[in-house]
């Protein structure tokens, strides 16, 4: 994977981060899925992999589809706002970043850039959960995280097992789809989708 | 096919195709139809374990399954605690009042949802390889976020959304250490990730150190080990009591055998002291972090939740110290504590309709005005407190035993001061929710319908256990436990 395709990726997922509106960081999720599958088919050495390219597809498709309708079907009277602002979200996310490269050894990835991208989309999918209020940009926080994972899946040296890369996308389907049907909820409830307002649980 | 192997197969497929068929069933027989499904897939489950158990020397780890005394242990678990939540179920039901499936699906949801989850975690114990397993795990939070929201009052979608979004992203933590140590094993893919292959990764102590790691730290957001165990409270006392049971009595533990497995797959490669240190560690943070909650007066359901971070402390404990008598105390706790904490969540329900304040604090005096339920409360808070002849006390004693064997003397000795810190906090919930001063007016005798026969099975089998527990140390099934699948 050449060092471009892997900071295409990361700049995707750094989008997310920062982006305001919620349809632009469902359009950069699902390019970034998208890469990822293109990336998948393009290496693809046998049916087998190729099967897992056409899954990548399918489950970036498949949210599309759903986060796109859910963000129609719950319109917010005004923009729900973070807990830092853009450039503050940038930095704690890239700091993150830098702090998992710096940890985390050589992974066994086919490329350092293969390995830095990965680490860095889920450093950017821990980072957008931790700053973003709103509980769909929360769910795509966790789509980032697992567009990391798929990624190391495609470098691994040998290949990951296609029944695990089959399941991993399904599950994320389905948790997908559980958030979907809670943010629905809370919408309905507290007349917009931010989670600062879910705090009446303390100790 | 062998006959394990066949089993096996059944006690999954069983209760998923029940959840596909309670899914489409019609509304007027879901409930009958709930109660009578739930016979076979409990019994097949026993069964399994019964089998497992009486031949712990001979374990059956294949690619996609694996039967052994561990796994064995736990799909008991799994089976009596799912088999007393369906049955507990319709009392639930009957209070329900709107839920997070709209109109008259509700019921015909929360069986079919009940059912995936049970199938779900009856599969975790039998999982053959970490990636399954991994899987497995994840597809529970799915099933069971739905659970904990089905009320769908906002603070039960609260809780279902943080339980959702931090098991979520800790799963991905794991995820992260599962693909850095399937790139170290030889042949990688899934056969790398198989309990046996996992012990001959290659790539470095350092690498495998890190991936162990983020394995473990991903895992303990699932267990619900401090520090990372924010969801942990929210959920249990959020859920519907069935759930609530299934969560901390059998999920918890479900998770926890994956972490334990790992450990032991992984111990020749990371070292004994790195890979029991790391559960020996989240142990003590947990029990450390659940005891000045024990101390404060809770309600019910959240006091029962803090008490899980404790036993799932100590449950950690026993795996990190690994020694017989410890792993010992490790198969008496998971089944005591399932015992314990099921009957305590079971008794939720009735608590609620004999003091609906009961679920925003704590209750006192109950057993002065509802003798049958203030006796199931006692039971329940008086072994989970691990007061003699409880066998959680036997069990704590076996695993702190087991830490002074192991050679951690430090770390066996702030056990014991922090079990001791915690037995006093739940001995004064004890006295307070039974014979305290009672807050409200005396009602009429509440009825405990379905929980009646199960609270007085639930005792014997408590009473069974502590004399079990006993025997246990030296037995074949220990031997099994300390060899584990690798």
């Not at chain 1, 981060?17 to 359009?27: D, I, P, W």
């Not at chain 1, 789809?177 to 007349?191: D, N, P, T, Y």
């Not at chain 2, 109660?35 to 097949?44: K, R, T």
């Not at chain 2, 087991?402 to 702030?414: C, E, L």
């Amino acid at each position: 994977m050449s060092g471009a395709y892997a900071w295409l990726l990361v700049a995707c997922g750094l989008g997310v981060v920062v982006v305001r509106r919620r349809t632009v960081a469902v359009a950069l999720v699902t390019a970034q899925a998208l890469a990822l599958a293109a990336l998948a088919a393009r290496d693809a050495a046998g049916s087998n992999d190729l099967v897992a390219a056409g899954a990548l597809a399918l489950r970036a498709l498949v949210l599309a589809t759903v986060l796109f309708v859910v963000v129609a079907r719950t319109r917010e009277a005004r923009p729900v706002r973070a807990g830092a602002a853009p450039l503050v979200r940038g930095a704690i996310a890239v700091a993150l970043a830098l702090a998992l490269t710096w940890l985390v050894p050589h992974i066994g990835l086919d490329s350092r850039d293969a390995e830095r991208a990965v680490l860095a989309l889920v450093a950017f999918g821990i980072a957008t959960v931790a700053t973003r209020r709103a509980t769909l940009f929360q769910v795509l926080g966790i789509v980032l995280v697992e567009n990391g994972l798929g990624l190391a899946a495609l470098r691994l040296p040998g290949g990951a097992s296609l029944a695990i890369e089959l399941g991993v996308a399904l599950d994320l389907v389905l948790v997908a789809l559980v958030a979907v049907v809670f943010h629905e909820r809370i919408f309905a409830e507290f007349g917009t989708g931010d989670a600062a307002l879910l705090r009446a649980l303390r100790d | 096919m062998t006959s394990r192997a066949l089993l096996a197969l059944l006690v999954v497929a069983v209760p998923a195709a029940s959840a596909l068929l309670l899914a489409v069933a019609p509304r007027r027989v879901v409930r009958p139809l709930g109660l009578a499904l739930s016979l076979p897939v409990g019994g097949l489950a026993l069964a399994l374990s019964a089998l497992a158990l009486a031949e712990p020397g001979s374990p059956q780890a294949h690619a996609w399954w694996a039967v052994d005394a561990a796994g064995g242990l736990l799909l008991g678990v799994v089976g009596l605690v799912g088999l007393g939540s369906v049955l507990v179920s319709p009392a639930f039901l009957d209070g329900v009042r709107g839920s997070l499936f709209s109109g008259p699906r509700g019921e015909r949801g929360y069986f079919a949802v009940l059912y995936a989850f049970w199938a779900l975690l009856l599969a975790v114990p039998l999982a053959g390889n970490l990636g399954q397993a991994w899987l497995l795990v994840e597809a529970t939070t799915a099933a069971s976020a739905l659970l904990v929201g089905f009320s769908g009052k906002p603070r039960a979608l609260e809780a279902g959304w943080k339980y959702l979004i931090l098991t979520s992203l800790g799963l991905g933590v794991a995820l992260l250490g599962i693909v850095l140590l399937a790139a170290g094993v030889p042949g990688g893919g899934l056969s790398g990730l198989s309990w046996h292959e996992l012990g001959r990764f290659s790539a470095g102590g350092d690498r495998a150190v890190v991936g162990y790691v983020l394995l473990l730290a991903g895992l303990a957001a699932k267990v619900g080990w401090a520090p990372v165990h924010n969801w942990l409270p929210d959920a249990h006392s959020e859920a519907p009591p069935p759930v609530s049971a299934l969560l901390s009595a059998a999920l918890l533990p479900a998770v926890l055998l994956v972490a334990w497995r790992s450990e032991q797959a992984l111990t020749p490669v990371v070292g004994k002291p790195t890979a029991g240190g790391l559960l020996v560690a989240f142990g003590l943070a947990s029990l450390a972090v659940s005891v000045p909650f024990l101390w404060r007066s809770l309600a019910w359901k959240r006091l029962l939740a803090y008490s899980s971070l404790e036993h799932m402390g100590v449950i950690a404990l026993g795996i990190g110290f690994a020694t017989p008598l410890a792993l010992a105390g490790v198969a008496v706790h998971v089944a005591g504590h399932a015992l314990a904490k099921a009957l305590g969540f079971y008794a939720a329900t009735p608590l609620l309709d004999h003091d609906p304040r009961a679920s925003r604090r704590a209750p006192a005096g109950v057993a002065r005005q509802q003798r049958a339920l203030g006796a199931t409360l006692g039971i329940s808070l008086g072994a989970l407190a691990a007061l003699p002849p409880s066998p959680l006390f036997v069990s704590e004693v076996l695993i702190v035993a087991g830490g002074f064997q192991a050679g951690r003397p430090w770390a066996a000795a702030a056990t014991a001061l922090l079990l001791a810190l915690g037995f006093l906090g739940l001995a004064h919930a004890l006295l307070e929710t039974t014979v305290g001063e009672p807050r409200r007016r005396p009602t009429a005798t509440v009825r405990l319908r379905s929980l009646a026969p199960v609270s007085v099975a639930a005792t014997l089998l408590l009473a069974a256990l502590s004399a079990a527990a006993l025997w246990l140390p030296g037995s074949g099934i220990v031997a099994a436990l300390v060899r584990g699948l690798a």
